[in-house]
């Protein structure tokens, strides 16, 4: 289902089309595109009217500019009516398309004003049409993490209360959670979802990564507390069908990360929830999962064994991984288009979509070369301030590595201050390993052969919670 149906009678016509898409876009405004001559291929118009689903119908045709009235003799959907300047400067398609017989009536709007077609159809549509400002604050772009937080310590009660049923290893609020079922085997379970990321993957018609982001962000999660992931399952909800290229893609993708950390995919639910979801340009859709893992008891850990003196090590993102992208599309789309190439040569659709890199082989690696990890911080949702839930501590970043250029870019488009971007983006760093100093060299000549790491700070005393990153001048408290 689609808000708007934009149908063009020729393809000359696109220039025209291009300045309503535009609009329609920035709105967030879902549409379809025909082009179709009222003239050359009538039963053609007829069909595309009477099966289309949208809200409201904007027809765009220059000369005699049928079209229009076409349209709106097949709907009684609202219809708005662009002439387009072909012959006589436009005057004779706009005296057609405004002089129509009683009863069916088209709005008109000015010769080639494609946009205010897109700028009346969002407000038939009851959307607001006021530019937009730029966000600069991850709360401005509509997530506020504060009121977030607030939710979560009204549900940590009932979380806590139902710990009483079990053996429950960690407390909550951690990246997971164990419960021990046996003298010697504790089981984990992660739960995560894609977020609004996959808006960037309808936009591009493209979802070949967002089941790696899926299951990524669930086994990321385990091995944060000592767990080795063993299974994953997905949920899959939808406004309609899937289409079985669509589903191929994320099937591809889950497969890929799965097999990165050698684990099956147990099955998982598919729901289609037509009152609930809403594509932002096609079919919506949402796509979720939960990764199962297993330690030993003496093999977890949650940073209460961390030590004043302990080393900071960050190994490197693949980009934006799967959070801040409610800041960065807002931020982005103010300039850019899904298909415009960026700066450094690669379309900005394909820079959003670079998948969250999977650390599973890193955790195995740095625990089969027998490296002591006393604490690790998968670095999503709220950014740096992730690195908190390892303890009281003061946890001094000296060195931030070469930060990718997609950050710069968002930095720079929005104004945005350097702390709120430690507090939404990875910045470069999409997972923080501690250990201690006499396993320094031993753990990045492990993961050099996986990814880049880099020394990047120390573990210091602290009354309380503190991220200092001193490059940057950012405190995170």
Request: hydrophobic share 45%; proline share 5%; net charge negative.
């Amino acid at each position: 289902m689609v808000d708007v149906l934009i149908v063009a009678g020729s393809k000359s016509d696109k220039a025209i089309v291009d300045k309503a898409v535009n609009i329609l876009d920035e709105l967030e405004i879902t549409y379809d595109i025909e082009y179709a001559s009222a003239h050359r291929e009538p039963e053609r118009v007829r069909t595309i009217i009477s099966k289309s689903d949208a809200k409201v119908m904007i027809a765009i045709a220059g000369l005699s500019a049928a079209l229009p009235g076409v349209v709106a003799s097949y709907t009684d959907k609202p219809v708005i009516g662009v002439p387009v300047n072909v012959a006589l400067e436009g005057l004779d398609a706009l005296l057609a398309t405004m002089q129509m017989p009683k009863g069916v009536p088209v709005a008109t709007v000015g010769i080639d004003n494609g946009q205010n077609a897109a700028y009346l159809a969002a407000r038939i549509l009851g959307i607001g049409t006021s530019m937009k400002k730029i966000p600069q604050t991850y709360a401005e772009a509509g997530v506020d993490e504060s009121l977030v937080t607030k939710g979560l310590e009204k549900l940590a009660k009932y979380v806590r209360e139902s710990f009483k049923q079990g053996e429950v290893m960690q407390d909550f609020g951690h990246y997971a959670n164990t419960v021990k079922i046996s003298d010697d085997l504790c089981l984990a379970l992660a739960t995560d979802g894609v977020g609004s990321k996959i808006l960037v993957a309808e936009l591009a018609s493209r979802y070949d990564t967002i089941g790696e982001d899926c299951v990524a962000m669930n086994v990321n999660d385990l091995i944060c507390i000592g767990a080795t992931p063993v299974a994953f399952v997905d949920y899959l909800a939808s406004e309609a069908p899937v289409p079985l290229d669509i589903i191929e893609q994320i099937g591809q993708s889950l497969l890929s990360a799965c097999n990165q950390s050698q684990i099956p995919i147990l099955g998982g639910e598919t729901a289609i929830l037509p009152d609930m979801i809403r594509g932002q340009k096609g079919i919506g859709l949402d796509l979720a999962g939960t990764a199962v893992g297993v330690a030993k008891p003496e093999d977890l850990f949650d940073g209460s064994d961390i030590k004043p003196g302990d080393v900071i090590i960050g190994i490197a993102s693949n980009g934006i991984h799967s959070n801040g992208f409610t800041l960065a599309r807002k931020v982005l789309f103010s300039k850019y288009k899904i298909s415009d190439t960026l700066p450094w040569g690669i379309s900005l659709g394909d820079e959003l979509l670079r998948p969250t890199t999977v650390y599973v082989p890193h955790f195995k690696a740095l625990r089969k070369a027998g490296v002591r990890i006393r604490g690790m911080a998968h670095i999503t949702g709220s950014g740096f301030r992730k690195i908190l839930r390892l303890g009281q501590f003061k946890y001094t970043i000296e060195k931030i590595p070469s930060i990718p250029p997609i950050f710069s870019l968002i930095q720079s488009i929005g104004n945005i201050a350097w702390k709120e971007m430690f507090l939404t983006f990875n910045m470069g760093i999409g997972m923080v390993v501690i250990v201690p100093e006499g396993d320094v060299e031993k753990a990045l000549k492990t993961l050099s052969v996986l990814q880049e790491a880099n020394r990047i700070g120390k573990v210091e005393e602290s009354d309380s919670g503190i991220v200092e990153i001193i490059p940057h001048g950012v405190r995170i408290e």
